[in-house]
């Protein structure tokens, strides 16, 4: 039986915004217009994962790391629980608060995040909160490179942002679902919402390419 002999493509960096969290889960989509969209939208998600999986290494107390998950296949509401793992296929699992079977899945599923304040201390709250007023209050761009950026995502942040400058109230609707609070900061191409900015106690962490439509909302 001949033997064959493959020569090894080479890898292709991931089509994202702002590399931080190096999360190649598409190759060689910057050569594919077809999948552009749900390439970079993927891996936008899969760095705020890796962000909030990072964040909540020092939090020993699992109850104090617990977040509402927004996605496909569930209802209405959120379903609570812990991030577990990221995997390298573009998956991530979830214990349930309710301690019912983990969850696994695939990262595009994934609409936005809630965290919510705790009675204790440290809480990813507390210590995602930190990291957010630790950041510029604006962003002007997302730093990714034009051709693998998604130029309606680009205009949304625009407009997000000038939201965020004049502290406006917004509803955001993604999927089956919305979240209404106020833009707080944009990074990485993720939308940071705070229910109210003078004492919060929720963060909302939205892809920005997840996002269906917003609406002001009176004060």
Do not use: H, W
């Not at 999986?53 to 959120?78: A, C, H, K, M, R």
């Not at 695939?106 to 950041?135: C, D, M």
């Amino acid at each position: 039986m001949s033997q064959q002999s493959f020569k090894q493509m080479p890898q292709q960096p991931s089509c994202c915004c702002n590399n931080r969290f190096p999360f190649p889960c598409c190759n060689n989509c910057c050569d594919k217009p077809s999948c552009k969209k749900s390439c970079s939208c993927k891996d936008e998600i899969a760095q705020l994962l890796m962000l909030i999986n990072s964040l909540q290494v020092s939090i020993s107390d699992p109850t104090l790391s617990e977040i509402d998950f927004y996605s496909d296949g569930f209802t209405i509401s959120p379903t609570t629980g812990n991030l577990l793992s990221i995997n390298k296929n573009c998956d991530f699992t979830i214990a349930p608060a309710d301690e019912s079977n983990n969850i696994t899945l695939v990262t595009e599923a994934l609409k936005a995040l809630q965290i919510n304040s705790a009675l204790e201390e440290p809480s990813l709250f507390t210590v995602l909160l930190g990291y957010l007023e630790a950041l510029p209050p604006i962003v002007y761009s997302c730093k990714c490179k034009s051709e693998c950026c998604d130029k309606c995502d680009k205009d949304l942040q625009a407009q997000l942002q000038n939201l965020a400058i004049t502290e406006s109230l917004v509803k955001i609707n993604f999927n089956n679902a919305f979240v209404t609070g106020v833009v707080y900061r944009i990074d990485n191409c993720i939308a940071y919402l705070l229910d109210n900015l003078e004492s919060p106690n929720s963060i909302y962490a939205i892809p920005i390419c997840q996002i269906f439509s917003y609406q002001l909302q009176d004060l």
